[in-house]
C-alpha cells in the first residue's frame, strides 16, 4: 500500500509542475510549440534523452537484453553516431532556416509533396504506433507489479490493462494541452530525476544479487559482447549498418526527438544539448541492458518464460516495500516523458504542416495552437486504439521473444525511407524531387519484399540494404548530373572549438567501446 501511495503522489506532483508551467499565451505558436525558442543546453539535453527513453525500454529491452545481453546495448550506444551527425549537419542547417518542423526544412529542398508525405508519415508514426507502445508498457508494469491493487478492476488482465492504457494516455495529454513545449520540458526535467534515481537503483540491486559487478563477466560473460555472430537471427554484428543509417532519421529528421533543439536559444545550446545528451546514453545503457543481464545470472536455474517479464520480476522479488514504489514513479517518468513529447510534436506537425499549409491557409495564430490541442486529443484517441491492439496480441497468445524486435521491425517499413529523405536533403545537390519521393514508396515496398526472400535475416540487415539500395537510386543519377554536394568541410558548423572537441571525443568513445567489448 505504501507503494502505492508513493505512486499516488508522483502523479499528483507531475500533474501540478504540467500546470504551473502552462503558457498564457494562447494565440502564440512559437511559444506553444518551441516556448519561444529559448531553451539552453541543460533543458535541451535531458529532456531530449527524457524524451528518448520510455518504459519500453525498462522492460522490452531489458528483456531483450536478458535474451541476447550486452549486444542490445548497440542500440544506445550508437545512437551517439547519429546525435553527432545530426549535431554538426542537420542542426546548424535548421537553426539557419529557423525551421518549425522537420517538414518545413523538405519543402524547402524538395517542394510542398515529399514536405506533406513525411508530416503524414510522422503523425501515423507517433500518433498510433509509438504512443500505443509507450502506454501499453506502462500498464503493463503498473499491472505486474501491483496486480494486488489494481485487481479490483477486472478479473481479466487484458481489461485492467485497457482501462489503465487509457487513464495514462488522459493523464499526460491533459498538461501537455494546457500547457505545451514549456510544460513538456519543465515535467520532463523533474521525471529525469526519477527514471535516473530509479534506473541506478535497480541496476545495483541487480548486480548485488548477482554477486557483484566481476560477477557479470564470471557467471553471464557470455552474454557481455556486442558484437554476436554473423548468422545470429536478431542482432548480428552485419546489423551495425542498418541500425547506425536509422539512427541519422531518428536523432537527425525526428521532429518529437528535436523539437528541443529546434527551440534552443543559441546553436551553442542545441549542440551542447545534444551531446551532453549523447553522454547521458552511456548511463542509460548501464541501467536498462545490465539488468536484463543480470537477471539472467540470478535466474539461470529458473529461466522465464516471457523475457518482457523481467523487469517486473526484479522489482517484485529483490526490492523491498517503499523502495518499489519509487522504481515505478521512475518508470512512469520514463512513459510520461515521451508520452507528453509525443502529444506536442505531433499537434505541431498537424497544426503548421497540415491544417496551416494545406487545410486554412488564413488560419490565424489563435486558430493554430487551438488545432494543435485539439491534434492532442486525436492522438491520444489513436494511441490508446493501438495500445489496446496490442493488449490483444500480448494476452491472446505468450510471446517466446521479447516484442521490442517486433515493435522496431513494425516502424522501419516508414523509417528506412526517412533516412534516404534527410542524407539526400543535407549530402546532395538538387536531386530529383520524384527521385525522392520515388525512393521513399518504394521503400517501403522494398522491406516487405526482402521480409519475403530472405526470412531468417535480421531485420536491422534487410533494413540496410533497402536503405542503401534506396539511396543509390537518387544519388547516382543526382551525382552524373549535377556532380557532388560541396565538401562536407563546408557542411559542418560548429558553435566553438570546444563544441567540436567535446563531439570528437563523443564519437572517439563510441569505437573505445566497440573495441573493449567486441
Same mark, same amino acid.
Given at each position: ?43 535541451? /539535453? ?25 549486444? &542490445?546495448?548497440?542500440?544506445? &550506444? ?201 553522454? &547521458? ?157 520515388? /525512393? ?50 563546408? &557542411? ?27
Amino acid at each position: 500500500m505504501v507503494d502505492f501511495g508513493i505512486v499516488l503522489a508522483y502523479f499528483a506532483v507531475i500533474f501540478t509542475i504540467g500546470l504551473w508551467a502552462r503558457t498564457d499565451s494562447a494565440a502564440d505558436p512559437e511559444e506553444y510549440f518551441l516556448s519561444s525558442r529559448s531553451l539552453r543546453w541543460p533543458s535541451i /539535453a535531458i529532456s531530449t534523452i527524457a524524451t528518448n527513453i520510455g518504459a519500453g525500454h525498462f522492460l522490452s529491452v531489458a528483456g531483450a537484453a536478458y535474451v541476447d545481453g550486452l549486444a &542490445l546495448a548497440n542500440f544506445e &550506444l550508437n545512437a551517439i553516431f547519429g546525435i553527432v551527425v545530426a549535431t554538426f549537419f542537420f542542426i546548424p542547417l535548421y537553426l539557419r532556416l529557423r525551421v518549425v518542423t522537420i517538414s518545413q526544412f523538405f519543402e524547402q529542398r524538395f517542394g510542398p509533396q515529399i514536405a506533406l508525405a513525411y508530416a503524414l508519415l510522422m503523425i501515423v508514426l507517433y500518433a498510433l504506433f509509438y504512443l500505443g507502445t509507450a502506454l501499453f508498457w506502462a500498464a503493463y508494469a503498473l499491472d505486474g507489479i501491483f496486480t494486488e491493487m489494481v485487481a479490483w478492476i477486472s478479473d481479466s488482465q487484458a481489461v485492467r490493462l485497457a482501462v489503465l492504457i487509457a487513464a495514462l494516455g488522459a493523464f499526460s495529454a491533459v498538461y501537455t494541452y494546457l500547457g505545451g513545449l514549456r510544460a513538456v520540458v519543465r515535467t520532463d526535467l523533474a521525471q529525469f530525476v526519477l527514471l535516473l534515481g530509479g534506473g541506478l537503483i535497480t541496476v545495483t540491486v541487480a548486480v548485488h544479487y548477482l554477486g557483484g559487478w566481476a560477477a557479470l563477466f564470471g557467471k553471464t560473460g557470455h552474454l557481455m559482447h556486442l558484437h554476436l555472430p554473423r548468422d545470429h537471427q536478431t542482432l548480428p554484428w552485419t546489423a551495425l549498418l542498418g541500425m547506425n543509417l536509422l539512427n541519422l532519421n531518428y536523432w537527425g529528421a525526428n521532429q518529437v526527438i528535436l523539437q528541443r533543439a529546434l527551440a534552443a536559444k543559441s546553436l551553442r545550446d542545441a549542440q551542447v544539448g545534444l551531446l551532453v545528451g549523447g553522454v &547521458l546514453k552511456y548511463v542509460m545503457l548501464l541501467i536498462i541492458v545490465i539488468p536484463g543481464i543480470a537477471m539472467a545470472g540470478i535466474l539461470a536455474d529458473a529461466p522465464l518464460d516471457d523475457p518482457d517479464t523481467v523487469y517486473i520480476t526484479l522489482v517484485n522479488q529483490f526490492l523491498p516495500a517503499g523502495l518499489r514504489g519509487l522504481i515505478v514513479c521512475g518508470l512512469f517518468a520514463s512513459l510520461m516523458s515521451t508520452v507528453d513529447s509525443i502529444f506536442n510534436s505531433v499537434s505541431t506537425l498537424w497544426s503548421i504542416d497540415i491544417y496551416k499549409r494545406h487545410l486554412r491557409k488564413d488560419a490565424s495564430p489563435y486558430d493554430i495552437v487551438q488545432m494543435g490541442k485539439m491534434a492532442i486529443l486525436g492522438t491520444l484517441v489513436t494511441g490508446v486504439l493501438f495500445a489496446f491492439t496490442v493488449v490483444f496480441f500480448k494476452t491472446g497468445s505468450l510471446q517466446a521473444d521479447p516484442l521490442t524486435h517486433w515493435f522496431n521491425e513494425l516502424s522501419y517499413y516508414v523509417k528506412n525511407g526517412f533516412v534516404v529523405i534527410v542524407t539526400a536533403a543535407v549530402f546532395l545537390i538538387r536531386p530529383s524531387r520524384r527521385l525522392v519521393l520515388g /525512393a521513399l514508396l518504394s521503400s517501403m515496398a522494398m522491406y516487405p519484399g526482402f521480409t519475403l526472400v530472405w526470412p531468417e535475416t535480421s531485420y536491422l540487415v534487410r533494413s540496410g540494404w533497402v536503405i542503401v539500395l534506396s539511396f543509390a537510386a537518387v544519388a547516382v543519377p543526382t551525382f552524373i548530373r549535377q556532380g557532388w554536394r560541396i565538401p562536407l568541410r563546408d &557542411l559542418f558548423a560548429a558553435s566553438d572549438k570546444g563544441v567540436a572537441r567535446l563531439g570528437a571525443g563523443l564519437l572517439a568513445s563510441l569505437v573505445v567501446a566497440h573495441v573493449l567489448f567486441h
